[in-house]
C-alpha cells in the first residue's frame, strides 16, 4: 500500500525552481534537435536517479529529438500516463522571478512541469509498488504536433488507463476535461504575376484569390459552437507595391470538436480550394491551388469521470488551489488528444497554474507548484487504493 510522504511545501517548490534553472542552459525550440536531444539526456539521467526505468525513442522525423519515455512497475501493465513536454515555441533562456511569479517564454508551456515530474518521481521513489504503472511521456516537439511520434503514441495509449496532460493549468480550480481538435492545412495558390498598371497584360492575383477563399471558410463556421478558423501565416515572394501577386503560401488551421465536424469542414474546404474563384482578364485562366495536411489532432473527448473520483478531485483541488473544481473545454489541441481512447479516462491542465502562453510575459503561479505536486502524488495514491478495493 501507498504510505503518505510528508514534505513541506516550501522545500517542493525550491526545488522545482532549482531543477526549473538548471534546465535553463537548454534552448530547445522544437526544431533545435540538439538542444531538445541534450535536455531529454538530461531528464532522462534525473527520472533514472529517482528509480524509473527510461528510454529514447527515435523520431520518425529527423529533423526531431527523441521521445523520452520513463516509467516505474506496477503491480498491472495497464499505466498512469503522464504527458509532457521539452520543446518551446521560443529559444528563450532567460527566465525571472517577478514576485510571485516566474516569468518567460515557455515557463508554463511546459518547463516547469518536467520539474514537476520529476519531483513527483522522488515522492514515489521508495515506495511499494501501485496498482498501476507510472508512466512519463516526453514529446520532444509537441508544438509543431509531435511529428515523427505518433505512431510511437498509437503504441503507448493500449495499456494507459488514465492519462494526465501536464499542460499548465489555465486558472485556480480548473482542470481540462475535453480539448478541441486541429488541422493544419498549407495552402500554396498560382496567379500570374504582372506589373499592376498594365491594362493589357495577362494578369491573376494569386493573394485576392486567397482572400476569397478565405472570406468563404470564414462563412462555412461562422456562428458554429467549437470551431475557429485562422491563418497563422501567409508568405509571398512578392515584396513591392505595384506588383501583381503571383503566388502565395498560406498557413491555415481549423479547431473542431468532433471528427465528424473535422469531416464535414474538410469536404466544404476541398470545395472551395479547388475551384477558382478569380480569372484572368485576357486568358480566362483561373487561379492553380495545391494544398497538404501538415497536421491533424483529433478532439479529446470528455471522459465519463465516476462520481467518487469527481469528490476526491473537488475535494484535493480545492486544498490544492484553495477555489473550488471546475472542469473545463479548451480551444487548444496537445499531444494527450491522441491518447484518447474510448476506456480511459483523460484529464490535462494537471500543471501549475500559469498564463499568457507563448508570449515574452508567459507566467508561472510560483505559490502553485508544491500543491499541484502533491496533487498529483494524491491521485496516485487514490487510484491505487480505489483498485485495491476493487480487488
Given at each position: 500500500m501507498y504510505t503518505h510522504t510528508t514534505t513541506e511545501s516550501g522545500d517542493l517548490t525550491t526545488e522545482a525552481l532549482n531543477i526549473f534553472f538548471a534546465m535553463g542552459q537548454y534552448q530547445t525550440q522544437s526544431l533545435n534537435r540538439d538542444g531538445v536531444t541534450d535536455l531529454q539526456i538530461y531528464l532522462k539521467r534525473l527520472f533514472e536517479n529517482e528509480g524509473m526505468n527510461c528510454r529514447l525513442i527515435e523520431s520518425q522525423d529527423k529533423r526531431f529529438a527523441p521521445l523520452l519515455v520513463a516509467r516505474r512497475e506496477g503491480l498491472s501493465?495497464?499505466?498512469?500516463?503522464?504527458?509532457?513536454?521539452?520543446?518551446?515555441?521560443?529559444?528563450?533562456?532567460?527566465?525571472?522571478?517577478?514576485?510571485?511569479?516566474?516569468?518567460?517564454?515557455?515557463?508554463?508551456d511546459n518547463r516547469i512541469s518536467l520539474a514537476m515530474l520529476v519531483l513527483l518521481a522522488r515522492l514515489l521513489k521508495g515506495e511499494m509498488a501501485s496498482f498501476y504503472s507510472i508512466e512519463f511521456v516526453i514529446s520532444p516537439n509537441e508544438e509543431m504536433g509531435s511529428v515523427g511520434h505518433l505512431e510511437h503514441f498509437q503504441k503507448l495509449k493500449k495499456k494507459t488507463r488514465y492519462v494526465f496532460g501536464?499542460?499548465?493549468?489555465?486558472?485556480?480550480?480548473?482542470?481540462?476535461?475535453?480539448?478541441?481538435?486541429?488541422?493544419?492545412?498549407?495552402?500554396?495558390i498560382e496567379g500570374i504575376a504582372s506589373h499592376a498598371g498594365r491594362l493589357d497584360d495577362a494578369s491573376l492575383n494569386a493573394a485576392h484569390e486567397l482572400f476569397k477563399k478565405y472570406q468563404k471558410l470564414e462563412e462555412l463556421v461562422r456562428d458554429r459552437s467549437g470551431v475557429r478558423l485562422n491563418i497563422g501565416a501567409l508568405e509571398t515572394p512578392f515584396k513591392s507595391f505595384n506588383t501583381v501577386c503571383g503566388s502565395v503560401t498560406a498557413k491555415i488551421d481549423f479547431r473542431f470538436n468532433s471528427p465528424l465536424v473535422r469531416d464535414e469542414l474538410h469536404q466544404k474546404f476541398i470545395q472551395i480550394f479547388e475551384s477558382s474563384q478569380s480569372f484572368c482578364q485576357k486568358t480566362n485562366a483561373g487561379t492553380q491551388c495545391l494544398y497538404s495536411i501538415e497536421d491533424d489532432c483529433p478532439p479529446m473527448k470528455q471522459s465519463?469521470?465516476?462520481?467518487?473520483?469527481?469528490?476526491?478531485?473537488?475535494?484535493?483541488?480545492?486544498?490544492?488551489?484553495g477555489e473550488a473544481l471546475s472542469l473545463v473545454h479548451?480551444?487548444?489541441?496537445?499531444?494527450?488528444?491522441y491518447f484518447s481512447k474510448h476506456d480511459n479516462i483523460c484529464l490535462d491542465g494537471l500543471g501549475a497554474i500559469g498564463g499568457k502562453l507563448h508570449t515574452r510575459e508567459e507566467f508561472v503561479e510560483i505559490a502553485s507548484i508544491a500543491p499541484r505536486i502533491q496533487l498529483l502524488k494524491s491521485l496516485i495514491s487514490y487510484l491505487h487504493k480505489q483498485r485495491t478495493i476493487l480487488c
Open positions: 501493465k495497464e499505466s498512469i500516463t503522464f504527458i509532457a513536454h521539452a520543446d518551446m515555441v521560443s529559444p528563450n533562456t532567460n527566465f525571472t522571478i517577478d514576485n510571485s511569479l516566474l516569468v518567460g517564454a515557455g515557463s508554463a501536464m499542460e499548465p493549468s489555465p486558472g485556480a480550480g480548473k482542470i481540462i476535461h475535453s480539448r478541441n481538435g486541429n488541422r493544419w492545412y498549407k495552402v500554396f465519463e469521470i465516476d462520481i467518487t473520483l469527481k469528490l476526491f478531485l473537488s475535494r484535493e483541488v480545492a486544498r490544492s488551489d479548451t480551444g487548444g489541441a496537445a499531444d494527450i488528444n
